[in-house]
């Protein structure tokens, strides 16, 4: 397994939630790295994304000012702070990553590689 989602769980509206990734891919501190997520009988959806320089950070309209992406190159981790949650935020959360930069950061087929998914359940 290159990458392993961890972190989720039931949270109450409103709280918080971090959940990371760890990656055991050689140079993935040069990749970029994304997160999205599959609420319960949707399609999957992108939620954010980082280049490898930590310089460039992309979120969706619903997370912004919401969540925070960031990264720990030295332990090849990427992270995802969620606060404020709400209930729409529940999902299945995957992290992905390339080494090559996506045509767009939303574009689930331009991530190579994928973790297998971590639940996260917001109650209301």
């Known amino acids: 397994v290159q990458l392993q989602a961890s972190g989720g769980g039931l949270v109450q509206a409103g709280g918080s939630l971090r959940l990371a990734c760890t990656s055991s891919i050689s140079g993935f501190s040069t990749y970029v790295v994304a997160w999205f997520r599959q609420p319960p009988g949707k399609r999957r959806q992108y939620v954010a994304a980082?280049?490898?320089?930590?310089?460039?950070?992309d979120y969706a309209d619903s997370v912004k000012d919401r969540f925070t992406i960031s990264r720990d190159n030295v332990k090849n981790e990427v992270y995802l702070e969620m606060t404020n949650l709400k209930p729409e935020d529940s999902a299945v959360y995957f992290c992905?990553?390339?080494?090559?930069?996506?045509?767009?950061?939303?574009?689930?087929?331009?991530?190579?590689?994928w973790g297998q998914g971590t639940l996260v359940t917001v109650s209301s």
């Open positions: 980082m280049r490898y320089n930590s310089g460039a950070r």
């Open positions: 992905a990553a390339d080494q090559y930069p996506p045509a767009a950061y939303y574009v689930q087929g331009d991530y190579s590689k």
